[in-house]
């Protein structure tokens, strides 16, 4: 099993675990909650190496869809990792001298 496979089995072990705790479960909850923290992080690691290696043209078009998505949602707050994800998209296309931020 991959690295990426594994860190999206343990998503979804933590992810189950956290929505069969009942509600007065405080201290399990916290427990689950930062360690889906972390593999969150560490997926995100995963995802910003993967994204260097995509097409130009791929990008570009992630980042024209999350775009239009922020400007259907008209004006409405949108998430940091949408955000953070624009960004990064971005960030590579610049470096790459594709596009301009």
């Known amino acids: 099993m991959s690295p990426v496979e594994q860190l999206v089995k343990c998503l979804s072990e933590v992810q189950s675990l956290l929505s069969e705790l009942p509600n007065d479960a405080f201290a399990e909850r916290s427990a689950l ?12 690691l995963h995802s910003a190496g993967a994204d260097k290696e995509r097409s130009n043209e791929d990008l570009r ?5 999350l775009r239009l998505e922020c400007a259907r949602r008209n004006g409405r707050t ?22 301009g931020r």
Not at 33 to 44: I, M, S, T, V, Y
Not at 78 to 99: C, D
């Open 33 to 44: 909650l930062a360690k889906r923290a972390e593999l969150q992080a560490r997926a995100e």
């Open 61 to 65: 078009h992630e980042l024209a869809t």
């Open 78 to 99: 949108e998430s940091v990792r949408v955000v953070e994800r624009i960004e990064r998209l971005a960030t590579i296309l610049a470096e790459r001298g594709s596009i």
